[in-house]
């Protein structure tokens, strides 16, 4: 079965400084692994994936992951984040039949 | 631009009711997806189809049903809601091939069982 672990359910953090979302996984099929965004009130939306190939992966707001084989390691990083990066974040495992197993998502607060 | 659409963003229903939860997509997506999602526990799977007519339970399907007639409705149904129901309900859609996909999700459902 596969499985996803956030460590953190909350991270404060001021703006402009770096940051680290965690996640660990668990997977008996092909990885593939996902972060979504969920802004308040919003739905999910895709931030950044991993299918196979380089590592790192990246999005267009600055936010980039490193998949972490030996440690089934996906974590998520910004090297300075803003007051528009408040959103839960949450990390997916592909699950065979077109399904997606997540975490149980990371609050990221940002204030000034 | 692509849309899932649930048809309510706030519901309030009272115990016992049958309750029915719609969600539209446009793409043209196999996949199809219910989800509920609580503080502290994540976006957990009740059901999902992956064609017209078919339908998989995924990890919390008690106390819900679903029902895909056209491959562009998924709809969830709470055949006597109880308060424990209450919570935000995600539909989200995917391609066929699924596996190395994006998901496409709604804007949430709230439903209050009083």
């Known amino acids: 079965a596969q499985s996803v672990t956030q460590l953190d359910s909350q991270v404060p953090v001021f703006e402009e400084a770096p940051v680290e979302l965690r996640c660990n996984y668990s997977?008996?099929?092909?990885?593939?692994l996902f972060w979504y965004v969920q802004y308040p009130n919003q739905g999910l939306q895709l931030l950044l994936k991993?299918?196979?190939?380089?590592?790192l992966v990246e999005s267009i707001n600055g936010f980039e992951a490193e998949f972490n084989k030996s440690q089934t390691s996906f974590h998520l990083r910004k090297p300075s984040v803003h007051i528009s990066d408040t959103a839960e974040y949450f990390c997916a495992v592909e699950s065979g039949y077109s399904t997606l197993t997540f975490g149980k998502g990371t609050m990221l607060l940002v204030s000034p | 631009d692509v849309k899932v659409t649930q048809s309510s963003r706030y519901l309030v229903k009272r115990t016992g009711e049958k309750v029915f939860l719609e969600c539209v997509q446009d793409m043209d997506h196999e996949n199809m997806f219910w989800y509920r999602q609580d503080p502290g526990l994540g976006l957990r799977l009740i059901y999902f189809s992956y064609d017209v007519k078919m339908k998989e339970k995924g990890d919390i399907p008690e106390g819900y049903s679903v029902s895909r007639e056209k491959k562009e409705r998924f709809s969830l149904i709470l055949e006597s809601a109880s308060t424990n129901q209450t919570s935000m309900y995600l539909c989200a859609s995917r391609p066929g091939q699924g596996g190395n996909t994006e998901a496409f999700f709604g804007q949430g459902t709230r439903l209050t069982v009083v």
């Open positions: 991993y299918l196979s190939g380089s590592t």
């Open positions: 997977s008996s099929v092909s990885v593939y």
